[in-house]
């Protein structure tokens, strides 16, 4: 996958209901208050591709055809990274993404589409800087669910994916939040791995744009 060459990409992973949405609106309110310029923004995204996933697809009474569904994932991920992300990382702003390929992974892999095809069909899209899981038990979050479920959220499916989102923590590609704490002090530990990330680019970032300076003046 490709980078962005500014900026720093973050984005908030979990099953549904685990609380990532608050915790990447609270994560956002945070570093603005910090002073930093942030994007915060969501898959399904706001475009065209998909605002036609959240009606037609998500709140079905049944599953569209699994290759559909990743497909059109796909096709609104590549949308939203070429309008919405990769400009805002080029502008050095930081984004804050509400789910990202990684829920293509857990999802439609819990469904039985094999993951290297998930990955092949998304490999367009940007690689985040930091990929955190807010990691609640399935049995848990169906409980908190007042609202109508989703075509995804059924406890079988949930645990299914679970596996899958916890298999790339041990991968390294996504770091586990535990999510059964206070909604302080979950935020308050996503909010330290934020900013220990951006220490860290901006680090790098200062001794590239020092090694360029220094080969200019040679």
């Given at each position: ?23 990447a609106r ?21 475009g065209?591709?998909?605002?036609f ?19 059109l ?18 502008k050095?702003k930081?984004?804050?993404?509400d ?25 367009l899209?940007?690689?985040?800087d930091?990929?955190?899981l ?46 059964t ?12 791995l ?6 860290v ?18």
């Amino acid at each position: 996958m490709a980078r962005g060459k500014h900026g720093v990409f973050v984005c908030i992973e979990g099953i549904d209901a685990s609380g990532k949405t608050t915790q990447a609106r609270l994560l956002v309110k945070s570093l603005r208050r910090g002073g930093f310029d942030v994007v915060y923004t969501t898959e399904p995204s706001r475009g065209e591709v998909g605002r036609f996933i959240r009606r037609y697809v998500l709140q079905r009474k049944k599953r569209v055809p699994i290759v559909v569904e990743a497909l059109l994932f796909a096709v609104d991920r590549d949308e939203h990274v070429e309008n919405v992300i990769k400009p805002a990382l080029e502008k050095g702003k930081i984004v804050v993404c509400d789910r990202y390929v990684y829920s293509s992974l857990a999802y439609q892999g819990a469904a039985g589409l094999d993951q290297t095809w998930i990955g092949q069909i998304n490999r367009l899209a940007l690689t985040p800087d930091l990929s955190l899981l807010i990691d609640v038990p399935p049995e848990v979050v169906l409980k908190r669910m007042k609202r109508k479920r989703s075509v995804m959220e059924t406890l079988r499916n949930q645990r299914r994916v679970r596996d899958i989102y916890m298999g790339m923590v041990k991968q390294g590609r996504l770091v586990r939040v535990d999510g059964t704490q206070t909604v302080e002090q979950v935020a308050s530990n996503v909010l330290t791995l934020v900013l220990r990330k951006i220490e860290v680019r901006t680090e790098v970032k200062g001794c590239a744009d020092a090694s360029e300076s220094t080969v200019s003046a040679v």
